[in-house]
């Protein structure tokens, strides 16, 4: 089959069923499941559809708001979120940024940790106050209610006051070639200057986020110094993570 014709089934399907699969579309199409991946990529890419873990569904049902997220793929965060702790030690100054897996990462800390905490992200201000060690500075400047963080110029500017021992970065999209881009400038405005200000990078990221890409630009690769995902490190999808010279976990 001619691979508009791929496309046109795949939207089709999608949009009667809500959700697509890789395996599903594989039989349908008589094509093999690494074809399939490609054209949902292609699909993903010029915003049709949205890729998640194991296929696909509409763009529109993406869960919108921060409460919804939180339970999206939770076990995969918390698997993210207990390789991140490795890294964290009692005394550090660590920059948190937006995302439900920075969320499930703070959840999860150990409840005797000390830490000064700097982040924009206000959904973790309720379970950052149950830590009596943590020193937490919220970033002022826009209310951004769609992310629930705070951006823009005066959230810059205050990130450029600390040296960070550890940034955590929440992800949207991560590619070897196009880098860690946003889905919003004043998104990524902001984690590039956490990332200036930061001794070491660490990218939080669900596998279904690797090999995509959104429009706005945060940095290369090779500017992290560390990708966690919920995958087995030795998982051959993330050699080419490796190939750039970052540590993968």
Do not use: W
């Not at 194991?54 to 939770?74: C, D, M, Q, V, W």
């Not at 830490?115 to 020193?135: E, K, M, Q």
């Not at 070491?200 to 090999?211: N, R």
């Not at 992290?224 to 190939?243: M, V």
């Amino acid at each position: 089959m001619l691979k508009e014709k791929r496309f046109s089934y795949i939207l089709a399907k999608l949009q009667d069923n809500q959700q697509v699969g890789f395996a599903e579309l594989s039989e349908e199409l008589q094509v093999s499941e690494d074809t399939v991946r490609r054209d949902i990529d292609t699909l993903s890419n010029n915003g049709l559809l949205m890729k998640v873990r194991g296929g696909a569904i509409p763009r529109s049902h993406n869960p919108l708001t921060f409460k919804e997220r939180i339970s999206y793929l939770k076990d995969d965060k918390e698997v993210i979120a207990l390789k991140a702790q490795s890294l964290i030690r009692s005394g550090q100054t660590i920059f948190l940024d937006g995302g439900t897996s920075v969320f499930t990462l703070v959840s999860l800390l150990p409840t005797d940790i000390k830490l000064t905490v700097i982040t924009n992200n206000t959904a973790i201000i309720p379970a950052l106050s149950a830590y009596p060690g943590i020193r937490l500075i919220l970033l002022g400047g826009i209310y951004f209610r769609e992310l629930e963080t705070i951006v823009g110029t005066q959230a810059i500017k205050m990130v450029m006051n600390f040296q960070a021992d550890l940034y955590f970065m929440g992800v949207c999209a991560l590619d070897v070639n196009k880098g860690v881009t946003a889905s919003y400038l004043e998104e990524a405005e902001l984690k590039q200057a956490m990332l200036q200000n930061a001794a070491s990078a660490v990218a939080l990221s669900t596998f279904e986020k690797l090999e995509t890409f959104e429009s706005y630009r945060v940095c290369a690769i090779a500017d992290l110094q560390c990708i966690i995902t919920e995958l087995d490190a030795a998982n051959p999808k993330l050699l080419p993570f490796r190939a750039e010279g970052v540590k993968v976990l």
